[in-house]
Every structure is written in C-alpha cells, then in structure tokens.
C-alpha cells in the first residue's frame, strides 16, 4: 500500500498522519509517496495534506480547501493530523494499550491524546492564534518548532512523542481514577466530615477528583459533603496535604490552612499546631507536609473541623459557593403560604 502527502517543506501535521496511519496492520509496511502530482496521488491508497479533499471513506484527508471547517468535538480547526486522528486514533490507541475501542477509559484517553498532543499540531498548522480572551489549546511539546528535517527523521520523532504521551494518558493518568475513586469510597473511615481524602500511592489524581465529584453529585439526590483536603505520599516517606477546589475553572479560592501557619517549619509549626510531625506549610497556605500519615490527616482534620464549627449561616454560604449553586429565594412562595394557613386555621 502507498501513502501520499506533497513533497518540499513538511511540517507537522503531514508527518503526524503518515505516522498514525502508518501504525495500523494494513499500512504498517506501506511506502511513502511525496509529490504533487494528481496522477502519482490518485494511485495512492490514502493521501494525507494535499489533493484539496477530505472523503475519509475514500482516505483522502486534506484541510486546505475554503469550505472546509471542520473542529470535530474541539475548538480549533482540524489539519491533516486531527482528521486522522479522529478517524483511526481509537483504533491506534486500541492496539497499543490493549484497550477495547468502545471503552470508556480508552475514550478518556483518547480525548487527552488529542487536548495534549494533537491539538497544538492543529492549531500550529491552521494557523490558530493560541488566545484571544483565553487559551484555545497549550504547547506541551514545541513540537512543530524542531520538526522542519529530514522527513523520515521527522517520522521517527513525531512517533517517539506520540508514544511517550499515550503511554503516559494509558499507564499512568488513566489507572490513578481507580486509586481516586476508592479513596472517595472510604472517606468516612478517615473523617467524620468525608471531607477529607487519603491516596495510598502518588499519582495524577486532580483531573479525576473533579470528574468523580461531577458524577457522584449527578447521581446524588442531596449533594454529598464537599472534599476540602487530598492527603497523598510526598517524598523521603512524607505526607502531603493540598487543599481541593471542587473545579478547575472556579475561581473559588480551596479552603486553605490559617494563615499563622503560613510558611512555617517544623518545631515551630508544631507548636501553632499543636500536632506532632509537621515539615511546612506553604506560603499561599493551601499545601502542607507532615511525616506521617496520620499527621497530615489531623492537619486537615484541624481546618475542616474549625470551618464546621464556624457559624451556620456562614458555613452554609461557603458550602454554596461552592456548590456554584444558587438557590433563588422566592418570597412571593412564601407569602402564598402564609396566607393559605391563615385560612386553613380559621376554616378549622
């Protein structure tokens, strides 16, 4: 089988669908045909970059035509790289992490493939601007700035970044929502409150608190307590304690450590504390260290328990603050009420 793209300067993109393409059993020995010639490219079995036209059933996948504005479930413009990827990265992704394509960790996997990796590919390539009033995607590679060599050269590269990435989304980020998730379930046995969590191993944990807390709260009548503090190993056999905010985007400040706590270190934080093991907090006050678990369990332990003794009423809008929730107040419901018991107690 052959693949055509054009010949003369290459960049990213081109080199990125070869290589994906390349991955698939039925191309894995195909010969790379790099010209402009319609003839020479009509006689491939896939062209990639030129030939002005995307039919992905007849593997043409060009983006350079005027009509063509396609994003897929993103925000910025697919190359010749994103429209391969969207039609054969489940299956590639498949066959190198053994997962099945329809999967939902495979899906999760394939979605951060293409927000970490390809999707500056695209945006470099269509010429995106990365931001206007936010970022549309993030360079994590610089990629497409070193890539301007020998094409096979340039093949070996682009393939040698696609598996760091997969491998890292597949065997490290996507394993740790089960370490998250049983955290979640057994968050009572470490605080009344089940505002605090305890990670028995280091691992990428915050992207999946987030989802599992969405879920959790969706499938949740009466919304669950709120996770306030993630407790997790830290080096040399210490303890982290990093205060949670319940999203990404919020900007709703974690509920930190008091701020005589701050920048403290060891006998003398464990003297404002009171508590045995302390290493430091840090100066923005939402991250500590203890030597042991336990110990940074009870630096958690001491906040939350101050914030719930706090005064109701204030408890209760920080809790809805966080929640993102408003409750609408609806005096007119209240006043329709009162009047209706006026009656009833008069009738009776």
């Not at 979640?184 to 969590?197: C, F, Q, W, Y």
């Amino acid at each position: 089988l052959a693949i055509g793209t054009h010949n003369g300067c290459f960049h990213c993109d081109e080199v990125f669908a070869v290589y994906l393409l390349r991955q698939l059993p039925e191309f894995k020995d195909s010969v790379i045909i790099r010209s402009r010639d319609p003839k020479e490219l009509n006689a491939c079995d896939a062209v990639v970059d030129v030939g002005g036209v995307y039919d992905p059933e007849q593997m043409r996948f060009d983006h350079h035509q005027n009509d063509f504005f396609d994003t897929g479930k993103w925000s910025v413009k697919l190359s010749s790289a994103g429209l391969v990827y969207v039609h054969y990265g489940k299956k590639v992704l498949s066959l190198m992490t053994n997962l099945k394509e329809d999967s939902i960790g495979l899906h999760r996997i394939f979605m951060k493939v293409y927000e970490s990796f390809v999707l500056e590919i695209d945006g470099t390539d269509n010429g995106v601007s990365q931001s206007q009033n936010s970022l549309k995607y993030h360079i994590h590679t610089d990629l497409d700035e070193y890539i301007q060599w020998l094409f096979y050269k340039a093949l070996e590269l682009v393939g040698r970044e696609f598996v760091d990435t997969v491998e890292y989304f597949s065997h490290c980020w996507w394993p740790a929502r089960e370490i998250v998730s049983r955290a979640m379930k057994g968050r009572r046995l470490v605080d009344e409150s089940r505002a605090i969590i305890v990670l028995e191993q280091s691992c990428p944990w915050m992207a999946h608190l987030f989802d599992l807390e969405r879920e959790e709260r969706a499938e949740t009548p009466k919304y669950p307590p709120k996770i306030f503090f993630v407790v997790l190993p830290g080096e040399n056999g210490n303890w982290v304690v990093q205060s949670h905010t319940v999203d990404p985007n919020s900007s709703f400040k974690p509920l930190p450590f008091p701020d005589s706590w701050h920048a403290l270190r060891d006998d003398e934080l464990c003297a404002v504390t009171g508590l045995d093991g302390c290493i430091f907090v840090h100066t923005s006050g939402h991250l500590g260290v203890n030597k042991t678990r336990q110990g940074a369990i009870e630096m958690a332990q001491l906040v939350v328990h101050d914030w719930k003794a706090k005064d109701e009423s204030e408890a209760g809008n920080l809790e809805r603050e966080r929640d993102r929730v408003t409750y609408p107040r609806a005096p007119f419901v209240q006043l329709f009420c009162s009047v209706l018991l006026f009656f009833f107690y008069f009738e009776f």
